[in-house]
């Protein structure tokens, strides 16, 4: 064996990091390796804190498949008294036996005391000094986590915080670019920020809504979430006269108008390969929502014509909570329509343009659709 070959033996156990990998994927793997010295860490898990609602999310988890009653959950931060203790000591908190927790009232607590976890190890995460969410290192054995391996699991889990901090500042990077692009056109007077929260929390309703049988994970809600406003990033590249045309478009216009969806996806390449994001892990949920949110399922819609399920689940959830808070505002072609009438629409959309699925989630909240347009109100301009 020539000396080369000696100086290269050992194989870097953490190597599968250096991929371009979903942070839930990064997440499984360091569990296992995590496993090796501790095994009775039997999940992991991520709870991200939304400044904006002061509440609190499942994001990820490392155990295998669909581990709900635990995911898919969001709770004030205020109904949380004993992880506000977490915030308020700045520390992490070791609980040997959940048991303490047994009277709390509290459903996160209940929810994972129902899996059968018995000790948790709860770290908070903190980017550049603000709390940004929990780490969650839960056992199903009691007293299982001995204070002298916290060091060690410390260490994995600030490896971890550095991932989370990671791809949150690259979705946050990518989304303000892609405002910025909207924002040095006409096109931002034309889009209120009360549209952008509104389809933003409609497409989650639809998204939370089917996560049980489609196995959307949290990860991919939040990213539906965050990207569905941006499905006509596009627009920015139609003319103003077709654009804010007031009547109705005629076919060479609309021929025009149907562009928006390629140009749209073009535009986020672009972004994506400026700022060199090509890399993490979900930004084909953002191209699919660009690129297909006019795609119907029977195969009428555009850019390509895709038929049922060739057209992204992402895109078909977008695809309904656009529609819907096209058909209930005001447009410069149209005034806004009741709720009532647009439910009727949807209906008669679905299964031909719309994903039935994606429609009854959306039909089933009204109480929830009341909710978001109570909060994301325009402002009366005309
Ligand atoms: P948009 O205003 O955001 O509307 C999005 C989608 O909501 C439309 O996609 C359509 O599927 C649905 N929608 C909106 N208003 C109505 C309506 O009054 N009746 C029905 N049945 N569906 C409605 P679509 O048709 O592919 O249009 C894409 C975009 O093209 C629209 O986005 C809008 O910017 C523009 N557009 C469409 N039709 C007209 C029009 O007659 N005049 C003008 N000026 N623009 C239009
Ligand atoms: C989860 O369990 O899925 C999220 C973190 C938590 O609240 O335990
Ligand atoms: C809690 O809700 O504070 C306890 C549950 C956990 O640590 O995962
Ligand atoms: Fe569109
Ligand atoms: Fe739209």
Request: net charge neutral; hydrophobic share 35%; aromatic share 8%.
């Amino acid at each position: 064996m020539s000396h080369e070959e000696d100086l290269f033996t050992h194989q870097d156990t953490l190597a599968k990091l250096h991929g371009n990998l979903p942070l839930t994927e990064k997440l499984r793997f360091l569990h296992q390796i995590i496993r090796q010295d501790f095994p009775f860490i039997d999940r992991l898990s991520i709870a991200l804190f939304d400044e904006k609602t002061e509440t609190l999310k499942t994001y990820t988890h490392s155990t295998e498949g669909n581990d709900s009653p635990v995911s898919t959950y969001e709770t004030p931060l205020s109904n949380a008294p004993s992880l506000q203790a977490i915030i308020k000591h700045r520390r992490p908190r070791l609980v040997q036996d959940l048991k303490i927790f047994s009277k709390g009232t509290h459903e996160h607590t209940q929810r994972i005391t129902a899996k059968g976890y018995k000790a948790s190890y709860t770290m908070p995460l903190y980017q550049s000094d603000t709390f940004i969410g929990f780490l969650f290192f839960n056992s199903l054995q009691a007293y299982s986590f001995k204070p002298k391996s916290l060091r060690q699991i410390d260490i994995y889990g600030h490896l971890i915080a550095l991932m989370v901090i990671n791809e949150l500042t690259a979705i946050r990077t990518l989304l303000a670019a892609v405002r910025a692009t909207r924002n040095m056109t006409h096109y931002r007077d034309l889009e209120t920020g009360a549209h952008i929260d509104r389809t933003a929390h409609y497409a989650r309703l639809i998204a939370r809504e089917l996560a049980p049988s489609y196995n959307i994970t949290d990860e991919q809600i939040e990213h539906i979430f965050l990207f569905s406003p941006m499905h006509d990033v596009g627009k920015i590249g139609i003319p103003d006269n077709i654009l804010r045309k007031p009547g109705k478009l005629d076919q060479a216009e609309f021929d025009v108008m149907k562009t928006h969806p390629s140009k749209g996806r073009e535009i986020i390449d672009a972004v994506l390969e400026d700022f060199s994001l090509g890399t993490f892990g979900h930004t084909n949920i953002l191209r699919n929502i660009a690129e297909y949110h006019h795609e119907a399922i029977d195969g009428s819609g555009y850019p390509k014509g895709l038929k049922g399920e060739e057209i992204p689940i992402e895109a078909r959830i977008s695809s309904v909570a656009d529609v819907f808070d096209a058909l209930t505002s005001p447009r410069s072609y149209k005034k806004s329509w009741s709720n009532e009438k647009a439910f009727t629409m949807l209906r008669q959309m679905s299964n031909s343009k719309l994903d039935y699925d994606c429609v009854q989630a959306l039909l089933k909240n009204t109480d929830k659709i009341l909710e978001i347009q109570q909060r994301f109100r325009d402002e009366a301009i005309d």
